[in-house]
Each structure stands twice: as structure tokens, then as C-alpha cells.
């Protein structure tokens, strides 16, 4: 990976590290302290593009893939297993500083519940568009959204991931960016999907948001339908140190509707990490 924002780029190396037999794919460029980023269910480790060479300027970035994605074996659809082969990987990288934790969506439960089961592994986290928990009508949306894609392929579910991505107007708006969503969401592998679709259905990390003592930021888009600000308001007021950020108009991946205004949400608290 090598994006162009300006005049300059930075160039992303990608690794293939193996942890248990188990091939876990990563991005990595820059220097500084490291942030490592994890990607949404709906939106692979592409939709990191926009920010990954601002933040490269500052900090040493590791977008990974999680299990299942593309150049990531599947591990299974445990977020215990998940969080722990994660680990692993991390470790596997021997960074040379405590890094932060990035993760948006499925990624920041993901994130969180790293952070959880190796509390020494990060120094503080990012959680975007994730929660603890999920309502009874957000665990049925994960249940019928695998249910109608076991029976007629993800194709049948493409225009309900998206509007759990991104607003109509924004749609409206940004149809190239859409459809482009679209083709990566459609090559999703089918088992991670359904896998994930049940732990997240099944998932409640309330009971251990007490004992998460790191400073955590935690964003919302204010448009987020797919994990709706009322989540990252119970998350916030369960962790001990926390502080909540909504983003007004933006929606589940705010980093690809507006990576300028994600970055500025972030900056002052990856920052202060230095």
C-alpha cells in the first residue's frame, strides 16, 4: 500500500505473520508510537486508506486484516479466539512501544475485547462506531442479514450493508465510493461473515468494561445505523476512562466519509500517547 495524500508518501510494507499455525496478514509504515488499526465487518482493512498515510506521518501504523479477510487465515468465530490470535500477532510484530488500538465496527469489538483478555497489550484505545452490547432488534438484524445470505449469497444483502455503512444521501451523493464498497463487501469470505454475524449477535462485554482502565476514545457517528450512538453511550459510561465524540452527519465508517474530520477527532488523543 502506498497512498498519496500530498507531495510525499510513505510506503506500507505487508507481513505474513504465522501465530498458531495461522497465517495473520498486516500493512505496516511510518514511525513514532504505534496505532494499529482494525477494520469493520461491512468494510475490510481498505477502509483505512484515507487515514493510514496522514497517521504514517506521526505515528508507525499497522492496518492489519483481521482473521478470515483477505491474506488472514479464518480462526473461527469466537471473539475469545479472535482477540487472543490477535494478540499473538501483535506480539509477533515486537513493536518497540506500547501501541494504541484502532478499531471501527466489528473491529473495535474486536479491539476492546483484546484489550480486555491482555490488558498490557495496548496503551490506550480508539473505539469508533462499536458498543458492549447489542439491543434485541440490532442481535435479530445480525441474525436475518446471515440468514438471508446463506440462503441467496451476500449479493442479496449488498444494498442493506451499505445502508448500514453510509446514510441514503450519502449514497446519493457518493456513488462511486458506494459501489466500490460494495465489490470489497461482496468478497467477503461467506464463513467469516455468518461467524461473525453470530458472535456479535450473541456478544455482552458489559460486565468487563469496569475492569478496562486505559484512556479509550470513543466516537459515533451520529448517523450510524448499524451500531447507533446510544451503544457507544452505554460503552462510555461503562468504562472508567472514557470520553465519547459524536460526529455529526456521519455514519458507521467515518474515516472513509470524512477522513479530515476523523483525524481531527482523534489527533489530540493519539498525540498525547507520544
Do not use: W
Request: glycine share 8%; hydrophobic share 45%.
Amino acid at each position: 500500500m502506498q497512498i498519496a495524500t500530498d507531495n510525499t508518501s510513505i510506503a506500507f510494507k505487508t507481513l505474513s505473520l504465522n501465530t498458531g499455525g495461522k497465517r495473520l496478514s498486516a500493512q505496516v509504515g511510518g514511525q513514532g508510537v504505534p496505532i494499529i488499526l482494525f477494520h469493520s465487518l461491512l468494510a475490510d482493512q481498505s477502509s483505512f486508506d484515507l487515514i493510514a498515510q496522514p497517521l504514517a506521518k506521526t505515528h508507525q501504523v499497522v492496518v492489519l486484516s483481521l482473521p478470515g479477510f483477505e491474506g488472514s487465515d479464518f480462526v473461527g468465530s469466537s471473539l475469545d479466539v479472535i482477540a487472543d490470535h490477535m494478540a499473538a500477532g501483535i506480539k509477533a510484530l515486537d513493536l518497540k512501544q506500547t501501541p494504541i488500538f484502532l478499531g471501527n465496527g466489528y473491529g473495535g469489538f474486536v479491539a476492546l475485547m483484546t484489550a480486555i483478555r491482555h490488558p498490557k497489550l495496548a496503551s490506550r484505545l480508539v473505539l469508533a462506531d462499536c458498543g458492549a452490547a447489542f439491543s434485541d432488534q440490532g442481535r435479530a438484524a445480525f441474525k436475518g442479514m446471515s440468514a438471508a445470505a446463506k440462503e441467496k449469497g451476500l449479493g442479496a444483502i449488498a444494498d442493506v450493508a451499505m445502508r448500514r455503512l453510509f446514510s441514503p444521501e450519502f449514497q446519493q451523493q457518493n456513488p462511486a465510493l458506494t459501489e466500490a464498497r460494495k465489490v470489497r463487501f461482496l468478497a467477503v469470505d461467506p464463513q467469516t461473515f455468518h461467524g461473525a454475524c453470530e458472535a456479535l449477535a450473541t456478544l455482552d462485554l458489559r460486565p468487563q468494561l469496569s475492569g478496562v482502565t486505559l484512556p479509550v476514545l470513543v466516537l459515533v457517528g451520529e448517523q450510524d445505523e448499524a451500531t447507533p450512538p446510544p451503544m457507544s453511550v452505554e460503552l462510555n459510561a461503562g468504562l472508567p476512562n472514557a470520553k465519547l465524540v459524536v460526529l455529526p452527519g456521519l455514519a458507521h465508517v467515518p474515516q472513509l466519509q470524512a477522513p479530515e474530520v476523523f483525524l481531527a477527532a482523534i489527533r489530540s488523543f493519539i498525540d498525547s500517547a507520544n
